[in-house]
Nanobody
Framework: QVQLVESGGGLVQAGGSLRLSCLAS????????MGWFRQAPGKEREFVAG????????DYADSVKGRFIFSRDRTENTVDLQMSNLQVEDTAVYYC???????????????????WGQGTQVTVSS
């Protein structure tokens, strides 16, 4: 079973940028559908960005399109989320997730994912 560890969260002012990184061990990220999710207090976990295991497809939640970029590094066995123009409403705990699937597509439902990181807090101040 792949293990995931996120890093890179923190406190930033609105309009600022952060880069989250997710390091995988016990598995190769290019063989998993990968996703970033977030959960704010009192809210459900929501999809932020995802990539198919083939790497052909990526997609983003409408709320982050044009501001966030999801990338995968096969050499480092990591997936990263570059976040720009952060807004107060982006404040949440961000989770990296992996899904071992036969069909190469993006999985938007958090219940499709088999492995999760511990989460990293992102706080955006106004």
């Amino acid at each position: 079973q792949v293990q995931l560890v996120e890093s890179g969260g923190g406190l930033v002012q609105a309009g600022g940028s952060l880069r989250l990184s997710c390091l995988a061990s016990g598995g190769i990220v290019s063989t998993y559908a990968m996703g970033w999710f977030r959960q704010a207090p009192g809210k459900e976990r929501e999809f932020v960005a995802g990539i198919s295991w083939s790497g052909v497809s990526t997609d983003y939640a409408d709320s982050v399109k044009g501001r966030f970029i999801f990338s995968r590094d096969r050499t480092e066995n990591t997936v990263d989320l570059q976040m720009s123009n952060l807004q107060v409403e982006d404040t949440a705990v961000y989770y990296c997730a992996a899904a071992r699937k036969w069909y190469s597509t993006i999985y938007y439902d958090h219940r499709e994912y088999d492995a999760w990181g511990q989460g990293t807090q992102v706080t955006v101040s106004s």
